[in-house]
């Protein structure tokens, strides 16, 4: 048996074919490394993630996330939830602290989740899988099972605001937090805590809806890794990933700029860091190629 | 403008701020708040709100319910929680604006063609289809939204995005028939119906 299990929330995102497929098959190889077993929750759907809401209100809006609470604790009664994708742990966990606090909420989500035959008790913890690394695993550990480090890598560790905020992970600051640079340096590598724009929002779905606006954001995220001479950025988000690292050429047209800058996920490094190969560690699974990363997995 | 539109002006009709704490998430929250301007200095996007959120704010208890329902400054919150957390008489900011975007919805008084609120529609129907997102036609809707000659505009503009994706097996043209989604999407249908009705049901009875 697994060291931990848990009740894993994916996300729409981390499906084959999906954008960050390269998230979930890294995570998928990390965890397997650190004995980790995530337990899909069975037939968990979409939270909405922080746009949902000009289609959907409120109450709807958090029944989706009361129904893969719900599933969870049929499936998985004594496991945490845990998510890999910032929207996902934060709309389902803001969801759950809605319902604790608020009687007649709960009631409601309720009501509307018996339409599915489903009944939630909304007692799990909704964790982060960044916080079962920190929490359940913690740095030494992480240190310990290191077989190729990271020497010599320079990573910002892009953290960005939804992992950050409004929850965080326990401990840390909002406005510097330490987390990934810590687990970059466990791993070896070479954090850049000077990083200033580790939790600049890059423009999230408005990215879609607002490029213009976003690109520009983005853009001081990428300037800031190549100003503090970052080879790489990482980052536990998802949408952070994305959006930073797709519209670079779209950015590099724009504004006249030779960006070329890697995005990559603390599961990849782990999952390198750990011996693993490239494509264990989805490292072909990005746009902009993670050289270092790929080199040292190679050898 | 729609019946409910009329039948709040009517109910409200001396106080926006009561309106809106009857009717907007968490809404009984903006009379705490102290105009000290933290939230609007601290939004990423707050350059180009035409209102920031302390300006809403004051906006609403000065009664200004057209020029703030009918804007379009809510819709710029990316929802990076940055006001929130350094509010200090902490305001769950992001989700009175929220808020203010649905309730200016189910008014109908969303600016025409506002790009956020059109996207958000996109996504909530394109999730709501299969309980899951498709990210291949969340893409295509977006980009045919005007049309089909815009559509192929834009898909070409995106042509080599489009094909790092693909190359990067992140996007999947298999999603285009069929593509990913939940077994009991009935159940999850049925259910955001019955929530839908009893918040419905709670904006009919504040009228
Ligand atoms: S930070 Fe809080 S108190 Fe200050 S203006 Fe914004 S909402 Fe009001
Ligand atoms: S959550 Fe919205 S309103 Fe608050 S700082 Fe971020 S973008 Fe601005």
Known sequence: MAKHEYSYYPGCSSQNGASSSNLKRSIDTMCEVLDVKLNEIPDWNCCSASIGYGGGSVLPRMTLSARNIALSEQAHPDQDIVATCAACWLATKEASERFAHDENFFKEANTALAEA????????????????????????????????????????????????????IDGESFENPMYLDKMVDA????????????????????????????????????????????????????????????????????????????????????????????????????????????????? | MSDMNTAMVEKYRNSFLKEVEANVEEGEWVKMCMQCGVCSGSCPLGPHWAHPPQEIFMMIRAGKREEVLASD????????????????????????????????????????????AEFSQIFWNNMMKKGRVNELKLGLSLYFKDGFGQGIKNAMANQKLGMNMMKAKRMSAAEFFGGHGIKDVSGLQKMIKKAEEIEAAKLEANK
């Open chain 2, 73 to 116: 400054s809510m819709w710029m919150c990316t929802s990076c929680y940055n006001c929130i957390v350094r509010c200090p008489r902490e305001l769950p900011i992001t989700h009175i604006m929220h808020g203010l975007a649905t309730y200016a919805k189910k008014l109908g008084l969303v600016p025409k063609g506002q790009a956020t």
């Open chain 1, 117 to 168: 035959n489903l009944k939630m008790t909304n007692k799990k913890p909704i964790r982060h899988m960044a916080e079962v690394l920190i929490e359940d695993i913690g740095y030494e550990q992480l240190q310990s099972g290191v077989k190729k480090s990271l020497e010599g890598i320079k990573i910002a560790g892009y953290v960005g605001c939804q992992t950050n905020r409004p929850f965080g």
């Open chain 1, 187 to 299: 791993l070896g590598g070479e954090s850049i805590k000077t990083y200033e724009k580790k939790v600049q929002c890059c423009g999230g779905a408005l990215a879609f809806s607002e490029p213009d606006k976003s690109q520009e954001m983005i853009k001081g995220i990428i300037e800031a890794a190549y100003d503090n001479g970052a080879d790489m950025i990482v980052t536990p988000c998802p949408l952070c990933q994305a959006n930073v690292e797709i519209y670079q050429d779209d950015i590099n047209a724009k504004f006249n700029t030779k960006f070329n800058m890697p995005v990559v996920y603390y599961s990849q490094l782990i999952s390198v860091a750990y011996g693993k190969n490239a494509s264990d560690a989805a490292l072909d699974g990005q746009i902009i190629k993670a050289k270092k990363l790929e080199d040292l997995a190679a050898k």
